[in-house]
């Protein structure tokens, strides 16, 4: 994707901040002036690899080459434009774990977020002889809620998880490694030389003790109920401190001075809820990319185990950042793009594929809202909020003769919807909102109008749709290095992110999506332990 340079000229004199935003589909480089402004930016894709039914990974070099293409191509050409690049910040998506030796090389592929081998692993250390708390030994989840405000996921979806899986598995990697890194981690040992986590990146080991922000730190006992070793773990820092300068070797390869600063940065969800300018307590942000996820900040830390939110260490040093996950949710329509309507077989013509995005959302605009009564279930990979269910798939249902394929297309972003519905019902009065009120969208899918209609017409949520929702990611993880640098206050960042648009539900299709919605969870109540079954035959037949 080329780089895209605004229309009107910079000023001379501003300050640039190489913005990194590591997701799962790839890297995007941005050069973000601290007014908020994005001068250019660019994308390169990074690829995925499916081990088995519950194995994904990627392959943490193919991260740090994509983060060069895409760098080099938004510096490239302009000596100036460098010579104003004052620091380089990540954002990257979280609950990964990359193995790495003394040398920082990667002794494996990376466990991604979607990673699921390690559940049973992970049951095993949570659990605690026959007297347990949705899968807890009762003392075992009082701690983790106590010290960290959340528990290990029992799908095995962390790096809790990861690391477990790993240890009962792989001895002789686990004996092999000098630490265990997350994708952010990574990315900053590359650029300066050291092993460092940030608060929330190191959160998901579920190892820290998070009552107080001003000195979080790693708990002995957790460690071990875990069975992890501190000495494989980095060093935690804030996501605004400057962790040194780039390496001479990074610094040659970009065309930046050495002097260039790198300050920490944040994972996903932190930086999204920056760069959407929702850094007031209770300001609602959905983001809609291969997954989705809800967040708000809030002044103290809190958990609501039945529905699996918690508030937990984010981007700003004295709040709390309270979130929902989901597994799934662009992923829905990449699945449908790429593995049923273009998929490489001999069904498929040789004719040059379009602007896949633009003509789903076309099509999705000119079917009813219901889609003719078809229910798409997005769970292609299990499900976090509000249940955390690793044998949930994904599925159609009511599908009839009359339908087309232009109802499907509409069924999938409605069936996205209905569970971000699900999600944020417990969310919100979690932080204390009202349905109805603002929530602002970010994301690759933020993008689609046709989308951010049916957000607000299924949840009954006000959908604000900022200028640039695509570059959430890398706008906060520009104000991150900003507030790192000290050119600038948290408290600024709202008036630095713009609307370009706002959803209203309405009134009209209110009650067809409220019994929808009602439908919606009845299948997954009646769905549920068909899915368990049907996993039980899988294994006894394996």
Same mark, same amino acid.
């Given at each position: 994707?080329?780089?895209?340079?605004?229309?009107?000229?910079?000023?001379?004199?501003?300050?640039?901040?190489?913005?990194?935003?590591?997701?799962?589909?790839?890297?995007?480089?941005?050069?973000?002036?601290?007014? #908020?402004?994005?001068?250019?930016?660019?994308?390169?894709?990074?690829?995925?690899?499916?081990?088995?039914e519950f194995g994904v990974e990627q392959?943490?070099?193919?991260?740090?080459?994509?983060?060069?293409?895409?760098?080099?191509?938004?510096?490239? #050409?302009?000596?100036?434009?460098?010579?104003?690049?004052?620091?380089?910040?990540?954002?990257?998506?979280?609950?990964?774990?990359?193995?790495?030796?003394?040398?920082?090389?990667?002794?494996?592929?990376?466990?991604?977020?979607?990673?699921?081998?390690?559940?049973?692993?992970?049951?095993?250390?949570?659990?605690?002889?026959?007297?347990?708390?949705?899968?807890?030994?009762?003392?075992?989840?009082?701690?983790?809620?106590?010290?960290?405000?959340?528990?290990?996921?029992?799908?095995?979806?962390?790096?809790? #998880?990861?690391?477990?899986?790993?240890?009962?598995?792989?001895?002789?990697?686990?004996?092999?490694?000098?630490?265990?890194?997350?994708?952010?981690?990574?990315?900053?040992?590359?650029?300066?030389?050291?092993?460092?986590?940030?608060? !929330?990146?190191?959160?998901?080991?579920?190892?820290?003790?998070?009552?107080?922000?001003?000195?979080?730190?790693? !708990?002995?006992?957790?460690?071990?109920?875990?069975?992890?070793?501190?000495?494989?773990?980095?060093?935690?820092?804030?996501?605004?401190?400057?962790?040194?300068?780039?390496?001479?070797?990074?610094?040659?390869?970009?065309?930046?001075?050495?002097?260039?600063? @790198?300050?920490?940065?944040?994972?996903?969800?932190?930086?999204?809820?920056?760069?959407?300018?929702? @850094?007031?307590?209770?300001?609602?942000?959905?983001?809609?990319?291969?997954?989705?996820?809800?967040?708000?900040?809030?002044?103290?830390?809190?958990?609501?185990?039945?529905?699996?939110?918690?508030?937990?260490?984010?981007?700003?040093?004295?709040?709390?950042?309270?979130?929902?996950?989901?597994?799934?949710?662009?992923?829905?329509?990449?699945?449908?793009?790429?593995?049923?309507?273009?998929?490489?077989?001999?069904?498929?013509?040789?004719?040059?594929?379009?602007?896949?995005?633009?003509?789903?959302?076309?099509?999705?605009?000119?079917?009813?809202?219901?889609?003719?009564?078809?229910?798409?279930?997005?769970?292609?990979?299990?499900?976090?909020?509000?249940?955390?269910?690793?044998?949930?798939?994904?599925?159609?249902?009511?599908?009839?003769?009359?339908?087309?394929?232009?109802?499907?297309?509409?069924?999938?972003?409605?069936?996205?919807?209905?569970?971000?519905?699900?999600?944020?019902?417990?969310?919100?009065?979690?932080?204390?909102s009202e349905k109805g009120s603002a929530?602002?969208?970010?994301?690759?899918?933020?993008?689609?109008?046709?989308?951010?209609?049916?957000?607000?017409?299924?949840?009954?949520?006000?959908?604000?749709?900022?200028?640039?929702?695509?570059?959430?990611?890398?706008?906060?993880?520009?104000?991150?290095?900003?507030?790192?640098?000290?050119?600038?206050?948290?408290?600024?960042?709202?008036?630095?992110?713009?609307?370009?648009?706002?959803?209203?539900?309405?009134?009209?299709?209110?009650?067809?999506?409220?019994?929808?919605? #009602?439908?919606?969870?009845?299948?997954?109540?009646?769905?549920?332990?068909?899915?368990?079954?049907?996993?039980?035959?899988?294994?006894?037949?394996?």
């Amino acid at each position: 994707m080329a780089s895209r340079p605004p229309a009107d000229a910079p000023s001379e004199n501003e300050r640039l901040v190489l913005a990194v935003d590591l997701g799962t589909s790839g890297c995007k480089c941005a050069l973000v002036g601290l007014s #908020g402004r994005v001068h250019a930016w660019a994308f390169r894709p990074v690829p995925l690899y499916l081990v088995g039914e519950f194995g994904v990974e990627q392959d943490a070099d193919d991260w740090w080459r994509a983060f060069l293409g895409a760098a080099q191509e938004v510096l490239e #050409g302009d000596a100036e434009r460098r010579r104003r690049v004052v620091a380089v910040c990540c954002s990257a998506f979280g609950e990964c774990t990359v193995p790495v030796d003394q040398a920082g090389r990667a002794l494996a592929r990376a466990m991604l977020w979607l990673d699921m081998r390690g559940a049973e692993s992970i049951r095993r250390r949570a659990r605690s002889g026959k007297l347990n708390v949705q899968g807890y030994g009762p003392l075992k989840l009082a701690r983790w809620l106590r010290l960290t405000g959340g528990a290990p996921s029992l799908s095995g979806k962390d790096p809790a #998880g990861h690391i477990a899986w790993l240890h009962d598995h792989h001895q002789p990697l686990v004996e092999r490694t000098h630490k265990f890194l997350n994708a952010l981690d990574f990315m900053n040992l590359r650029l300066t030389g050291r092993y460092c986590a940030t608060h !929330d990146s190191a959160l998901t080991t579920w190892a820290t003790d998070n009552r107080d922000l001003s000195r979080v730190r790693y !708990d002995g006992k957790l460690l071990r109920l875990l069975e992890m070793d501190q000495q494989q773990l980095p060093e935690l820092v804030s996501s605004t401190e400057v962790i040194g300068h780039l390496m001479p070797a990074v610094a040659s390869a970009l065309g930046l001075a050495p002097t260039t600063k @790198v300050v920490a940065g944040a994972v996903d969800n932190s930086a999204a809820a920056i760069g959407a300018g929702t @850094v007031r307590d209770g300001d609602l942000h959905l983001y809609l990319g291969t997954s989705s996820w809800l967040g708000a900040h809030i002044p103290r830390k809190r958990t609501h185990l039945s529905a699996f939110i918690a508030s937990v260490p984010c981007a700003q040093k004295d709040r709390y950042l309270a979130m929902a996950m989901q597994s799934a949710a662009c992923s829905n329509l990449t699945m449908l793009r790429d593995r049923i309507l273009f998929h490489a077989d001999e069904l498929s013509g040789n004719d040059e594929r379009p602007d896949d995005y633009a003509l789903l959302d076309r099509i999705a605009d000119r079917v009813q809202p219901g889609a003719r009564g078809l229910i798409y279930l997005p769970w292609l990979q299990g499900e976090r909020t509000p249940v955390d269910d690793r044998h949930l798939r994904a599925g159609l249902l009511n599908l009839s003769l009359e339908h087309t394929r232009e109802d499907i297309i509409r069924a999938f972003l409605e069936g996205v919807a209905l569970n971000t519905r699900w999600m944020l019902e417990p969310m919100l009065r979690f932080v204390g909102s009202e349905k109805g009120s603002a929530m602002t969208i970010v994301g690759g899918g933020a993008q689609s109008q046709v989308w951010c209609q049916i957000m607000a017409d299924v949840t009954g949520m006000v959908i604000r749709q900022p200028h640039m929702p695509i570059q959430a990611n890398a706008m906060g993880a520009a104000f991150i290095a900003g507030v790192g640098l000290g050119e600038l206050s948290f408290s600024d960042v709202p008036s630095l992110c713009g609307i370009a648009r706002t959803f209203e539900p309405r009134d009209t299709v209110r009650g067809l999506y409220d019994d929808r919605f #009602g439908t919606f969870k009845e299948l997954h109540r009646r769905l549920a332990p068909v899915y368990r079954k049907i996993r039980r035959q899988l294994e006894a037949t394996a």
